[in-house]
């Protein structure tokens, strides 16, 4: 019997509230994208004696999707005729191997949220771009360690499919209805900087004590990154979830049965960032790459076609979102979280484990 007020699955005869998966989100098309930023400026030729050597004129680690790196990756290197090496991972396993060097060092971490970069400040060297003239001051480090990139709000996302009609997801109590036990998808915050800004944005608008029931009703499942938040709502393997905008408006685009909402009770509007690591062997490539990033063409097709909400103040929300200024902010203190994240995880992931079957 389902909770009154609570999200309840949709029956159907003959079939039972969860269904068997459905194929993962399909890939967003790089080719558009690049051709979108060709459109925004004139292109340098691409450097054909700097692809032949072994090594590379720039290394990047970051957190952000494939799609979205790649564009971004032919095109800087088009305009500047210097060859990338991108590293993928998460945020917290990259910000880990960065600390320990145990296999080698960037010069440019490109994602991760605020409190992930100001938890490991340290690592950074200080830069400020032209760019991050129209980057409020509440977007970035105080000492310009990291300058935000975009700006993530932490969402709800639902099966409109398999939850019934005028039972949507509309608060974060959602999370913990044990009529949803097992049926709530959340990804790892050891791994993931999205969610744990995210597990940081529920602590901080529901307490820690809705932090533990939430944790129980995950059944002691945490998904390997974000995106496969997504794709298990989606599918209809999971009713409901909690993680950021832009990976929910980019699901939309997609045609699936995922939908999302802002919560009643408010939400975080943290920026991910972009920054210069200490001791970079190429500062001045790493420069140049930090700008590219947060200049205005990139931030237009970041929210064109990857849904992603730019830092700048003077660039248009995604298409299917709304504006800052309709989102209920909660009061989120990005130095406090920074400070308390470990210990926050630590309790989390403990929670999650000691209530799996």
């Not at 032209?130 to 000492?143: K, N, Q, S, T, W």
């Not at 993931?192 to 820690?208: D, K, R």
């Not at 920026?271 to 140049?288: F, Q």
Request: hydrophobic share 45%; charged share 25%; proline share 8%.
């Amino acid at each position: 019997m389902r909770k009154e007020g609570g999200v309840a699955p949709r029956s159907a005869p003959g079939s039972a509230a969860r269904r068997p998966p459905r194929a993962a989100l399909a890939p967003a098309v790089v080719l558009a994208a690049t051709c979108a930023l060709a459109l925004a400026s004139a292109c340098a030729p691409r450097n054909s004696g700097a692809q032949a050597r072994a090594e590379p004129d720039l290394v990047v680690w970051t957190s952000h999707p494939e799609e979205l790196v790649e564009a971004a990756r032919s095109e800087f290197e088009d305009r500047s005729g210097l060859r990338l090496e991108v590293r993928r991972g998460g945020t917290g396993e990259l910000l880990s191997l960065l600390r320990s060097g145990a296999e080698g060092r960037p010069d440019v971490f490109w994602g991760g949220g605020a409190e992930s970069l100001s938890a490991s400040a340290d690592l950074f060297e200080p830069y400020r771009s032209p760019e991050a003239a129209v980057i409020p001051d509440g977007l970035r480090d105080p000492e310009w360690r990291w300058t935000g990139f975009s700006v993530l709000p932490t969402v709800l996302v639902y099966n409109a499919r398999l939850v019934e009609p005028g039972r949507e997801p509309r608060s974060w109590k959602a999370l913990a209805d044990p009529v949803l036990r097992g049926l709530v998808a959340f990804a790892d915050p050891r791994v993931s900087g999205s969610a744990f800004t995210a597990l940081a944005t529920i602590e901080a608008a529901m307490g820690g004590a809705f932090v533990e029931r939430f944790a129980a009703n995950l059944d002691g499942r945490l998904r390997e990154e974000s995106r496969a938040v997504f794709a298990a709502v989606a599918s209809g393997e999971c009713l409901v979830g909690a993680s950021f905008e832009n990976g929910a408006l980019e699901a939309l685009r997609f045609g699936t049965d995922l939908r999302f909402s802002y919560p009643d009770e408010g939400t975080s509007l943290v920026p991910d960032g972009i920054a210069l690591v200490a001791g970079a062997k190429r500062p001045e490539a790493a420069r140049a790459f930090v700008d590219f990033a947060l200049g205005p063409d990139l931030a237009r097709v970041a929210a064109f076609r990857y849904g992603r909400r730019s830092a700048r103040s003077d660039a248009p929300p995604p298409r299917g979102a709304l504006p800052l200024s309709s989102v209920k902010p909660i009061d989120y203190d990005i130095a406090a979280q920074a400070a308390g994240r470990e210990s926050l995880i630590a309790c989390f992931v403990a929670a999650v484990e000691g209530a799996g079957p």
